[in-house]
């Protein structure tokens, strides 16, 4: 068995969208080991029910758990808003998840105190996010909107398209009418589209990345819990996936910012 401190950091997401959080973790803690799941097969996530998404939550656990992480980090916003009783029931190790983090992010970043939040269908109505910014500050406005069509657009590849444009004009419309000074987004695909929806959004609204959020967090509890590794080698990166769909390599490439080297292929 590994000694604890060169266990790996257990990060997870329903497809490859979570690879965002793995790169900033990356860039964070380059010492680190890190072991990813995504759950390729069984994407999207955020338009499923409850009782799925806390199922397949349940099994990415078990998984991650039998590989002996020292610290499990669910880069899924939708599974952190509506399974994270479930993971936390089963997991003997830390967790960390993208609401929390990015609730705190947004907090500190909004000076006139309206913040607006775009996620899955799930994320949006399980109300997570404004949960989440009211229990650190009360006297926030939060405005929500589901953005159901961000995902697909993303695993095609469509950061720039004119149609993505199109679309995100009409889900961002009643956001900008809210007069929000900063924009949580509440789904780990779409920081890959961050230069499109901060050019309809406009410079004055800061856009909230999860996943430099969760780089910052979990660089403290890993400093905090003493648990950095220090066996000074390179450090290991799995990918584990439940498919490989077609164009995964270039799509996974993007998220990650650099060659995705070793992917496994594991039914759950
Ligand atoms: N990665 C998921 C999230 O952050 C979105 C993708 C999905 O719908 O499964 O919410």
């Given at each position: 068995m590994n000694s604890k401190t060169n266990r790996a950091i257990g990060v997870f997401d329903s497809g490859i969208g979570g690879l965002t959080v793995v790169r900033s973790l990356m860039e964070r803690l380059p010492f680190e080991n890190i072991i990813y799941f995504g759950d390729s097969a069984r994407?999207?996530?955020?338009?499923?029910?409850v009782d799925t998404i806390n199922r397949y939550a349940a099994q990415i656990t078990d998984f991650l758990i039998k590989k002996e992480v020292k610290l499990l980090i669910v880069a899924c916003n939708t599974m952190a808003a509506v399974a994270h009783q479930t993971i936390a029931d089963l997991s003997p190790v830390p967790i960390l998840e993208v609401i929390d983090a990015s609730a705190r992010m947004a907090i500190q970043n909004t000076k006139n105190k309206s913040i607006g939040v775009i996620g899955t269908p799930a994320t949006i109505n399980s109300n997570a996010y404004t949960r989440a910014i009211h229990l650190l500050k009360k006297d926030v406005k939060v405005f929500s909107q589901a953005c159901p069509l961000f995902v697909p657009l993303v695993e095609e590849g469509w950061f720039d398209h004119q149609a993505t444009k199109l679309i995100a004009q009409e889900y961002l419309k009643p956001v900008i009418a809210e007069k929000i000074d900063t924009l949580v987004l509440g789904c780990t695909h779409y920081p890959l589209l961050k230069p499109l929806l901060q050019d309809i959004m406009g410079k004055g609204v800061n856009l909230i990345d999860s996943a430099e959020a969760m780089a910052d967090i979990a660089a403290n509890l890993i400093d905090e819990q003493k648990i950095s590794n220090k066996n000074g080698l390179p450090p290991d990166y799995v990918f584990y996936v439940s498919d490989v769909p077609y164009r995964f390599q270039t799509i996974g490439e993007r998220f990650l910012g650099r060659t995705l080297g070793h992917v496994e292929l594991v039914s759950l």
């Open positions: 994407v999207p996530y955020g338009i499923k029910s």
